[in-house]
């Protein structure tokens, strides 16, 4: 488990259970995320990965338990300058190459967010979007449609729009579901610079445990209810996955 100081939790979760219709989706989940924390999250489909991912930063509502950002409770109501402080990427599959939103009106979009919908973007606002831009090596593109992008071009453009909004907190909801290795790999470099670079903390589901376990900091196994919470290199890490994938 994270032996950090209690000074330096950001996302409490104290006895969440979260159920739709009458499954059961997550229960007993206690698990608490550190500032400067990468957090690798994994599991079978259908284990409560993307519940849990959202449940963590009030997306989803727990039927019972409490969620805790910066120690606040959030039930029922998630501050703005919280919610801005949270950059949440989806899972994506490539995007039509037909849509025609460019590179930088998607990373854009973070300013607005941010901004208000009704507010016109400021020569400031544009140049914190081009900077996020460049965070993730993606500015020579600003002005192709994201929809001629790669996988995993396009999913460092969902991470700079995050950037833009100026989050503290990145979390990443199956960022590999549709990349190879190799453009999994580069991901997980960005992040991890990302990380020590611009002090950014990072949850992340993925698949590739190889992966997680070299660049994250804590593996969270869940089925459900989470089998294993600690660190990448302890033993108890293998027999997690095996009781959970077998």
Same mark, same amino acid.
């Given at each position: ?10 996302i409490c979760l104290k006895d969440v ?20 924390? *990468? ?15 959202k449940t963590m930063i009030g997306l ?13 409770? @959030?039930?029922?109501?998630?501050? %703005?300058?919280?919610?801005?402080? *949270? ?16 590179? !930088? +009106? ?7 967010? %941010? ?7 400021? %020569?400031?606002?544009?140049? %914190? ?90 593996? @969270? ?6 089998? *294993? +919470? ?12 095996? !009781?959970? *994938?077998?």
């Amino acid at each position: 488990m994270n032996s950090k100081s209690t000074k330096d939790i950001i996302i409490c979760l104290k006895d969440v259970n979260v159920v739709y219709g009458n499954l059961a989706v997550l229960y007993d989940i206690n698990f608490d995320v550190h500032k400067g924390d *990468f957090i690798g999250i994994c599991g079978p489909n259908g284990s409560g990965k993307t519940t849990l991912l959202k449940t963590m930063i009030g997306l989803i509502e727990p039927i019972t338990g409490d969620v805790k950002l910066f120690g606040k409770d @959030v039930k029922n109501n998630i501050p %703005k300058e919280t919610r801005f402080r *949270f950059g949440y990427v989806p899972q994506i599959t490539e995007i039509d190459r037909n849509f025609p939103a460019l590179v !930088r +009106d998607v990373v854009e979009m973070g300013r607005y967010a %941010k901004a208000g919908l009704v507010k016109s973007l400021t %020569k400031e606002d544009k140049e %914190k979007a081009m900077n996020a831009l460049e965070l993730v090596e993606m500015d020579y593109a600003a002005d192709r449609p994201i929809g001629h992008l790669s996988g995993g071009q396009q999913q460092r453009v969902l991470i700079a729009q995050a950037l833009a909004a100026e989050a503290e907190v990145l979390l990443l909801d199956e960022f590999d579901a549709s990349l190879d290795f190799r453009m999994s790999e580069e991901i997980m470099e960005l992040l991890d610079y990302l990380k020590f670079t611009h002090k950014i903390t990072i949850v992340t589901v993925g698949h590739n445990l190889e992966l997680l376990r070299a660049y994250c900091n804590r593996i @969270v196994c869940i089925n459900k209810m989470i089998a *294993f +919470d600690g660190e990448p290199k302890d033993s108890e890490l293998d027999s997690a996955i095996n !009781r959970i *994938f077998h």
